[in-house]
């Protein structure tokens, strides 16, 4: 008899280990759909509104309005934002309620 050929299959290493791959596959199908990457990415663009918010604004800025009135009911509004908002209340009611340009006259 001939020499028999004894043959060892294994599979090729890709460097990757193998749970990782399975795990970007479970998570790869369902992001192909519409749906969840509009969740996905409202949820990443809302995460990444308010990180960015309290990392250029710091800890004591409210970060929307509800936090701004949660803080001024409790009376931890920064003074110098109360400042803003009265001098925004000042300038809406100057411009909207006192207005200083006359009507046209349109002849009727």
Not at 37 to 52: E, F, H, K, R
Not at 92 to 100: A, G, L, S
Request: charged content about 25%; cysteine-free; overall charge positive.
């Amino acid at each position: 008899m001939e020499d028999s050929k004894h043959v060892t299959m294994s599979s090729k290493p890709t460097g990757t280990a193998n749970w990782k791959i399975k795990l970007h596959e479970i998570l790869r199908y369902p992001m192909t759909r519409t749906g969840p990457a509009i969740v996905a990415s409202t949820l990443l663009y809302v995460v990444a509104y308010n990180v960015g918010v309290r990392w250029w604004k710091g800890d004591q800025h409210p970060v929307n309005r509800f936090m701004w009135r949660i803080q001024e009911q409790e009376g931890k509004l920064d003074p110098v934002l109360q400042a803003k908002k009265q001098a925004v209340l000042a300038y809406q009611e100057d411009r909207f309620y006192h207005p200083r340009d006359t009507v046209p006259d349109l002849g009727v």
